[in-house]
């Protein structure tokens, strides 16, 4: 069963936006756009994971994927966390092509791809830290300590997996893709004894989900002044922003595209860029519209919060 479902990472639509509104020279765009190959690839793995734990017998596990959780001294993210009645099961998703090298001496692992050598911390000590964290959190809320499994999935099956120094925790705790399973279904004869019951397994279920806590937008990591983002309203066909608004359309006076909705594009990006709040004046500027009646007209028909009265009404990005 799964409790919570994957959202779509804030990290990858931030990093649109920037990309979509920085111009084509600016100095920032280099870093972002390494960003984000980094969180698209990410995005990928835990996607494949899902699909492999998808395939699990339904009733088996309460499924978590990409639950936050505060441990009372640090935030942690799992990739996926599986839970039964016996054991809890975490698992850190890695989408990496190339070569991987582990080298446990130094807790270390590092990627050959395209003749270039990158070394990163070695995802099975990331996991064992998560163990270490949710063990603290279960103590925290007073559950009783479950053992606590982890796995390291490799989602990409063509990346070759070295383990040169033999290094038996390697073999047992990273899985490519086929593997998964069979090594969930290992855990699951290792551990028969039910620690917590039916009741205790919902409790804690739905206190996990109660807890989950959505991760900060990353923006401020780029240092990019808000002044220097693009503003005005982006024709979906040229990608020039000089969409021009009348006849209850918008229109662009470089191709003749014509668009109903362009206007809602503009406002996500004001919301993951500038603020979540925006107030009539804000958005003209940000749209080049003169007209505060249209203004009010365009806002309303977007799912906004919506404080104040009149003219001193603020809204809110759609949560
Ligand atoms: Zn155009």
């Given at each position: 069963m799964i409790v919570k479902r994957r959202i779509f990472p804030l990290r990858i639509k931030v990093n649109d936006a920037v990309q979509r509104r920085?111009?084509?020279?600016?100095?920032?765009l280099p870093e972002v756009i390494q960003d984000s190959l980094k969180a698209r690839a990410g995005h990928k793995g835990e996607e494949a994971l899902d699909y492999y734990t998808s395939l699990l017998h339904q009733d088996e596990f309460h499924i978590f994927q990409g639950l936050r959780l505060n441990s009372g001294q640090a935030y942690f993210q799992m990739d996926s966390l599986l839970l039964s009645p016996s054991f809890a099961l975490i698992i850190e998703a890695k989408n990496m092509a190339g070569t991987l090298t582990f080298n446990s001496s130094f807790n270390q692992m590092e990627r050959t791809f395209n003749d270039k050598t990158d070394t990163y911390e070695d995802p099975i000590l990331q996991a064992k830290r998560h163990r270490l964290l949710l063990q603290k959190w279960l103590k925290l809320h007073h559950f009783p300590q479950l053992p606590i499994e982890y796995i390291v999935f490799s989602s990409n099956p063509s990346t070759s997996l070295r383990n040169p120094f033999n290094d038996q925790e390697i073999y047992q705790r990273v899985c490519p893709p086929g593997k998964i399973i069979f090594k969930i279904e290992e855990f699951i004869s290792k551990y028969k004894?039910?620690?917590?019951s039916l009741r205790e397994q919902k409790n804690l279920s739905k206190l996990l989900l109660k807890s989950d806590v959505l991760p900060g937008s990353?923006?401020?990591?780029?240092?990019?002044?808000?002044?220097d983002y693009l503003t005005g309203v982006q024709c979906p066909s040229c990608f020039q922003y000089a969409m021009e608004r009348y006849g209850g359309t918008w229109n662009c006076p470089h191709c003749g595209t014509t668009s109903k909705d362009a206007h809602k594009q503009a406002i996500e990006d004001y919301f993951l860029l500038i603020s979540d709040t925006i107030t009539n004046k804000q958005f003209r500027i940000f749209l080049h519209i003169h007209s505060p009646k249209l203004a009010t007209k365009l806002l309303a028909s977007m799912d906004l919060e919506c404080h104040g009265a009149a003219r001193r009404s603020c809204y809110y990005t759609p949560q």
């Open positions: 920085l111009p084509v020279n600016h100095p920032k004894k039910e620690i917590l990353h923006l401020h990591q780029f240092k990019i002044a808000p002044s």
